[in-house]
Every structure is written in C-alpha cells, then in structure tokens.
C-alpha cells in the first residue's frame, strides 16, 4: 500500500454488497476506473486471487459483517500462504428497505434478505410489514436483485445494491440497533508495513501446543508488561493440527513501535508459532489507550543503552 | 433438560439443514415423533420461541458452522433475555457431492451450496468438476432443493439433505479438511443446570467497561488460579453500549464445582456484568485437563473449614 | 488482649534496651507496676516464656532493629508452637551519645556500643569523635553499664539506658539517617484477633514446596486479585526441610475483611503450609491503601448471595 | 576478580570469626600471606575500605549469618557507593562448645556467646550445662577470647577461633539444627562480572515508588515469563526517601544469559530504580532449574532475528 497505491482490487462479491461499498470508500479508488474490481464468490477466492497477483490487494470482511464469514477470514490469513493487513475500514451498516418504484408498503406480501441481514431488522420489520413472508437470500445483493425482476416485493440490502438496481428506498435503516458497522481488511502480499502514525493496530495469529489458560495467560502477559490494549482477541481451533488453537488478535501499535517489537519477539518464542498478519492505521474512530511512559520508545531505548554499559562493567 | 426430556424443539432451519442432523442426534429425540419440530429462520427466532414457551428447547449453532452465525448465537445469549444451555452437540461435518439420480459427473454444468460451505470444498470441486459454474444459495438445503427441482445440477448438503430429497451421492465428502465439526447448543428457559458427570463445562458472558488487556488479565487470572482450563473465548463489542465489551468464554467444570462456583463468584465482583450461561456435560471428545489435587472439592473445603476454625482463634 | 490487657510481659532484655522503651510505650502497661516485665537474653527465651504461660504476651523485634534478630522472630513465630501478633509498635530509635557525668567530648578516648548500632552512627561519630578507640559491646545497655561502670568513655544507647545508668546526653541524636524506627510486635498464645479498625495488618508465614518463583507469583497473585497490599515480604529457608521456603509477610486487613479471608483461604490450598501469625491495628503511621469497591465486604456478599441464587437456577 | 586475583581483602572482624573463616575457604586466598587481611568491625567499614581502594575485595555476610547484620550489607550494596559482588562463600557453621584445656564439662559456671549464635544452640546447651549462667558478647570471638582469658568457662564459637585461642573441643556442634550455612559474599569496585559458568546468580536491588503488591507482581513476571528463577527475595524499607521501598533479590543466571539481559533491561524501564549487584557463580551446592528452552540463548536470538526480518517484510 505505501507508495503506489493498488489499482487492481478483488473483493468479496457479488457487486452491489456491502464489500463493494467498503472498497469504494478507499482514497486510492477514487481515481480508478469505474470497475469496483473484480468481484469474487469467497474470501478464499479473493486472498488466492491476491497470492497469485491477479490483483494487487483483496478486501475482505473480518468482523460483524451481514455479509460475509469472520472466521473464513480469520483462518485463512492464519493459516494459508502468508498475506498481510495494509488497511482497515470501518463501513457504517445502514438496512434500507427497498421495493421497486411504485409498490406502496401495504402491498408488499414477500421479503427477501440474507439471514445474516434480516436476523438484524427482524423487529422493526416485524412491526413494517407484520405477516410478510420471509425469503431467505444467499446474499443481500441477490435479494436486492430479486426485487427489481419481480421475484420478491421488498428486499433490505446496502445502498449501493439500491442504486445498482435502481429500487425505491421506503426506509433508509430498518436495522433494530443503529450503529452497527462492518470492519473489513484490505491484505496484500507480504511487504513492510505502511509508516506508523502514531494511531496504528497490529494484528496477529498466535499459535499454541494446547488450549490451556496458562498459556493464554502468558500471551496476554507478554502485551500487559508493555503497556500494549488488545482491541480484539478469539480462540480458533486449527484445521490440520488436532489440539493446537490459535489466538487471533488485534492489538495497539505498529510493528515499529519498541514495545510492539519487543512483545512479538517474545511471543515468538513462547509460541508454537506465531504468525505477523500487519501494522496499519487504525480506523475504529476509537481513542488508543495513552502509553505510559515506561511502554514509550525512549524509555525502551535508554534501558537497552543501559544494559550495553552494565555488560560493559559501567554500572 | 434433567427429569423429563423436552418434546418440543425448535431449530435453526429450513428443514434437511444440519441443525436438523444434531437435533436427531439428541437420545431426547430418539422417541419423538416424526416431526423434527419447528424449523426456524433465524437464531433469534429459535431463542424467541424458547422464551415464548413456544418450545421446550431450542437448538441452534455456536461455533464453527458451515450454516449458521456464531455471534448471533453469542450476542443473543450474551444479551438477549436469559436463557440457558444444557447440553451442546457436535455434529461431524461431511459434505456429500448430490446430483440427481441419473446424474453423471461429466455432465455436471451448475453448482450451487451456500457460501460457507463452497468456502470449505473449494479445492475438492476445482478438480471433480473443473470450470463448473458456482451458485450461491441462501442455505445448503435450498441448494439440495434446487438440484432435486432440476435449477442445478450439482450441490452440496448434508446427508439428511440428500436423504430428503432422494439426491443421489456421488462423493461421500468433498471437504478440503476432513474432521471438521459444527457445535450445536440446545438451550432452554433458566433452570438449574443438568447434574455434574465430571466431565462438564460452563459457559458465560463477562463483561467489563473497556476493552484493556489489563481487565481480560484479571477475568484469566480467576480462572488459572483455581485450575481451571479455558476452551474457548472470544471478545464481541455490545451493541447497546459504546465502549463495553464482553467476552464470550467456555470453561471446564461445573457451577456445582467448588472452584468453578469460586471463580464466577469472583468475576461476579469483577465484571461489570456476568451472565452464567449454563453448565452441561462435555460433548467434544476431547479429554478434560486433570484438575489438580489443589482445585479439588476436597481441598476446597479443607481450607474453608481451616478458615471458620481460624476465625475462632483455634489455630 | 481484647478486653483485659495482659499484665505480665516478657521482652529482649537486658533492662534498659529498646525493648523496654517499647514496652513502657503501651497504654496496657501505663497501669503496671514499676516492673517492666521479666527481661530474656533472647527472642526464643521470650517467646517460650509466653508459650508456657510464665509470661501473658511477649514483645520481640521484628524489623529493623538495632538491637536483636528480625530473623530469629521470623522463623520462631513461623516454625516454633504457634503464637500469635496482637499488636505492632514502633519506636522511634535515636541515638544519644552518652558520657559519665563531667566528661567533656574532647576527653573521650574510647567508645562502645552494639556493631548495629555502630553501623548507624559511624560517620556521624567519625566527625564528633574522630580517632576514637571503638569497641563491639552484647548490646547497647551493656555499652552503657560500661560507660557507667568507668570501662568505656562514651557509648550510644536507648535513651531509657541513659536514665537508668543515670549517664550525661551529650548529643540528643547522633544516627547518621534520622528517622529510623525499630519494630516491634507483642505476641500472646492463639486467640482470636483484637476487633478490625479498618487500618489492620495481618501477618503470614507461608511455605511453599520450592523456591521458584511461579510459586511466590501465585501466592502474590491472591493478593493482587483481592485488592490486599503486601507490605513486607521476605523469603526464608526453613531450618528442617531441605528445598523448603517460606515466605514471612505483612498484608493490609484483618482476618474478619472478607477479602482477607478469601485470600487466606485460597493460600491454604495452594501452599504446602500456610500459618496465619496475627491480625492487628497498623501502628505505622502510614496511610493504608483505599480498599477498590470490588473488593469491599459488601461486594463480596452481593457475590456470595448471587452465587446461591444462581446454583438454585435463579438467573 | 577475573584475572588476576586480589591480595588485600578486608573482612567483617574481629579476627577469629567466621568470617575469617569463610574467606580462609577462598582458592585466592590459598597462596596468600598469613594475615587474613584486614579486620573491620562493621560491614560499612568493610565496603568502604574497598571503595576507597585500601582493600581489592571485601567478605561480608548476606544471609543466615550467626554474626552480622543481613540488613546491614544488604542496604549498603543497595543505596552506598556501588560496588559489586564477584563471588559467593557459603560456610557451613558448626558452634563447637569450648573451654579451657583441663576444665570439665560439669565444672563449667558461666557460658559466653552472642546472641545470635545463644539463640542457635539454647536447647542443646540446656541439657550439657543445665542452669549454667549465660554471658552475651559482641561476638563469639569474644567469647572464645574470655574463655581462654578466664572470664568465662566456656564459649560457643568458630572452630577458627578456638585453634587461635587454643580451647578445648568438649562437643564438635552443639546447634539444635544441624546444616546452617553462613553466605558471604565477596565485593569488588564495578567491574564486568566474571565469566558465565552456567550456575550463576545474579544480585539486584528494584527500587519501587510504593510498596503496593501491583509493583512487586509486575517485578517477579519480568523473570517468570523468561523462565528465571529467584533464590532470595526480601522487601526493605529505603533509609532516605519515605515511602519508596526496595527489593533485594537473588535470582538464577548470568547478566550475559539473554533471558537475564532482557529482564533487567525490562525492570530497569518499570522500576523507579534498579541496581545491579552482580553476576557471580553460585556456590550454594543447590541444582538450578533447569533453563526452559524457551528460554535459552538460541531461542532469543532466532526471535530476534526473525524480528529483523520481520520489519524488513520478509514474513
């Protein structure tokens, strides 16, 4: 990402989703032709697409997405040919209730959504359209596209699906809790992080022998001593090795920071293995934990120039 | 769950899903009638079914699953009015090739399954069925239903899928990772937990008033301390509460267990928040870590009797 | 104590020591009679005397004396018949220089006092007294007696030593550090400890099978979570069992603080051996920690009385 | 100390003590003069004579010792001048009881020693010398050298002192408990320590600015997360500043082992601050723990350099 900016994007698909909105978000897009990229069926797809430089960086959803699976995409960036996070984007969920032009509410008899998606507007759709038949979707793209041929009355789906099918907004968010919002990864090949802004997150897969909460413990120690907030944190059980988990994480700072660097090390060798998935801006809108001083790069600096001289005999 | 078993059910639907296959899998279920019971659209559904008296038990998936939505499940017992689990289910997860009877591979054009599952068979279809043309269905039944109503020629299902809908198998699992499971958690209206076995875990929902690594130390540190072992954890952020997080945890034992009753107790003054989410026997396969001479009930009770004579002045 | 003081005391001696000055400042002994108690040559003598009801309560050095043995206390209390600490007093130490009455400072040729309390005073003495012949006394009251009985020209010794060998101050103080200050602890046969202040330490001696240090974070660890400073620790071999430590220290709170208690009890388990020495009101002077809201009694009741509702299946 | 070694020392005196002993027990010492060195009567003169270079090296005792002050050299090496300790002599210590040639046991009247050593021996010698009249000296040299004047019948004191003052043996130990040791240690000015043997301590004084058990925690996890183990521990009080509190601490390893590197480095940045006292081999007969491979030299340097690579995006 740093210096020229990707120009070739694959992304979770079909167009219309929520990831297509997510991508048209970028700065760098903006300048890019009006293809979105190339819209791709699973995450698996988009990160190979990425490994075999048919694109340049993938977005995928990582957290609370309507869309898409966290844990396809947590496992696959823990396990398979190695990538790294360069961004994150924070893509506000909005639930419009679209039908097409010209049907009033009151008509509406069939509703389509993926389940993801209606599991979040169940009762203010309950209360809109009480008795409407549920149909339920593969995606919300598809139950958008559904609407517009005719095959189902309304459908929620994201604002761009809106206008990519040309429906009637009846409600701009139908969601039963405001707020919500999509965070998605953009991964690229392995390459040095982009420069630390002070406001970064780094992200990792920690693996372990065992499930034990000793060794959970040491790993969320490993950060605590450095002054270092973990943001994100979710035990995972690998696919290939029986009884070996691993620990995805997100936590304050960049690789360049001294107290990252330092806690990574040290996990390094605590850890059966340990996986660096990225440094980048973080974009939660979230204040960062201040770091005390003692976490501080000067600080780690005049006690390893201390060290030299003890070693030195210069006590 | 324990006396007289429940004999209604509701469960993450359409029927011929997965969640079905764990329902029939229950011994409960053995001598129920034909009727699977109510096969419900989403997990919130499931839950609002069971809180309703609408249904004795309801099933849905917790982790893992190639149909559901784990933090669905999560936030909904996190959050939700309070239910309890009693029991959960882990359901071997095979991913049979389905066709229609006459059906040869070579003729396949079409695929369909959900995209979960597409994402776990992906390299298996690239080499049986090169260049086939992939569908997204909403769930793998309707991708079974589908082929059995000839809009595809290919999908894949779970076996009760195939059965349903006479599917022919042509591959008995096209998983890329064989071993793979789906955990299913039966749960009903709060009740004492099911009797200890010994081979038990508890399930809860700790909430703490900021994401620090330092409050997830102290929650760790509770349960370490007592010999008590972690199987699975998780942070979910609330989506009521700007800024609160909760950790949705399982660990060994049982509330009847000293150290267990020890440890919640504790977190109880800790959390913001803990909800106890149920306690039931362990249905993994996996072999509980031994509980150490120190975290025994016995030695519990040694040093509690130790204390009142303390407090007497008899030392 | 609670209730009727005791009457007859064992202390240190010999007479005119520290011991006595501390003794003399317990409002149980205002009442007395001009007998400060029976002075012993040494802690254990003191501490048997109490042990056989020759003596009501004992008081020993336990810190930072400049008299007798901080470790002799220690191990006595942690290994010997067990007693327990009813009060803790503090003696401000000062250090007089001392001469026969009509000795001028310039005609002193040699000096005596006890080599602790040398080491206290040397550069103080090397400026008043320089080139002065410097001789090691059993203790300060035998330099005293000496200077008394014309052996020795000057001494340093307690100022009650000075009053009864009716000697001359010839310098109020001549520590080199002022502000010292000699613990001491009044210990009686078990019983149960004096009513909770609200400002109480509580001593413990507890052994562990080893020395390392994952034990002494454990027992550290029960502390920390409960809100309890420690504000003495110090690691001792055991005279009997080879590979055996303990650990002597002070915590805030009184054995009555459900937090103490709590934290006790689990020490109990964890430990090999855990002996409980005393809960009694601070007399340090020093503000005590505030107790954090979690780990008040009312918090740990609320817990304990959820913890009941909770195993009856009342969520 | 490495090289070559040095010819003056300066011990704790008088002569005839243990102390002469233990640094009778040195190799260095083998090929030396008859004088011992120098005799100083407290362990500040000691450390000072080496400070202002009229000794190469100092004995003083550190722990357990029958005749000086643990409290005394710990708190000089701590807040003096600093100075390092480059070896450690434990000296088993018998109290041979002894007399004058041609006295018997049943005629002894009037037994001297030092406390310290009375308290060690008070059993045995009630049942030898029941009812015999107890002396305190300022040492047990001084015992020995008022048995061999007259003063006293019989003393408890070194064997080094009974051959300089030519006593009889009567009993070759008379201590309750058998197998004390004495530790001394031997200082030199700052210096690199010597070689690593792979059975090294090293000694350290971690000042904190409170006494809370958070502080001490964070202390002891620096070493228990690099697998370090600690041999000693004490909390005391500083003379100077009130309120802020030192740790003296011995643990396992070398300043040139990784694992101790890195954990120094890490107090040096948490502690307000933290002095190193040494890196010497230890001598006290005990197996060290065995070094975690995780722990080992090669394990730091693989994660460090993997973090090289790592910040190059090399993954």
Do not use: C, F, K
């Given at each position: 990402m740093p210096g020229v900016p990707p120009t070739r994007f694959a992304f979770l698909g079909p167009e219309g989703t929520f990831a297509e909105a997510a991508l048209r978000s970028l700065p760098a897009f903006s300048g890019a032709s009006e293809d979105a990229g190339?819209?791709?069926?699973c995450v698996s797809?988009?990160?190979?697409?990425?490994?075999r430089g048919e694109a340049d960086a993938g977005l995928v959803p990582l957290e609370n997405s309507v869309e898409g699976s966290v844990a396809a995409t947590l496992d696959e960036l823990a396990t398979g040919e190695p990538l790294v996070i360069v961004r994150e984007i924070f893509l506000p969920v909005t639930l419009p209730l679209l039908v097409r032009a010209g049907t009033a509410v009151e008509d509406v008899r069939t509703f389509a959504t993926h389940?993801?998606?209606?599991?979040?507007?169940?009762?203010?759709?309950?209360?809109?359209?009480?008795?409407v038949e549920v149909i339920a979707t593969a995606s919300t793209a598809a139950a958008a596209e559904g609407v517009a041929k005719g095959r189902y009355d309304a459908a929620v789906a994201s604002p761009i699906a809106a206008a990519r099918y040309r429906l009637t907004v009846v409600r701009d968010d139908v969601a039963d809790h405001h707020g919500a919002v999509t965070r998605f990864v953009l991964v690229s090949q392995p390459a040095p992080p982009p420069?630390?802004?002070g406001h970064d997150k780094t992200s990792l897969a920690a693996f372990i022998d065992d499930d034990h909460t000793g060794a959970l413990l040491e790993v969320l120690t490993e950060f605590a001593i450095r002054g270092i907030s973990l943001t994100r944190i979710e035990s995972r059980p690998t696919k290939e090795r029986l009884g070996v988990y691993f620990f995805s994480l997100d936590c304050e700072g960049h690789l360049a920071d001294e107290r990252v660097g330092e806690a990574l090390t040290a996990l390094r060798r605590l850890c059966a293995d340990l996986r660096f998935l990225g440094s980048y801006p973080r974009a939660d809108g979230r204040t960062p934990k201040s770091v005390p001083d003692k976490a501080s790069d000067a600080s780690f600096s005049d006690a390893a120039a201390w060290m030299i001289r003890l070693r030195e005999g210069r006590l």
């Open positions: 190339q819209a791709l069926p797809d988009v990160l190979d697409a990425v490994r389940p993801h998606a209606y599991a979040q507007v169940r009762q203010q759709l309950a209360s809109i359209l009480p008795g420069p630390r802004t």
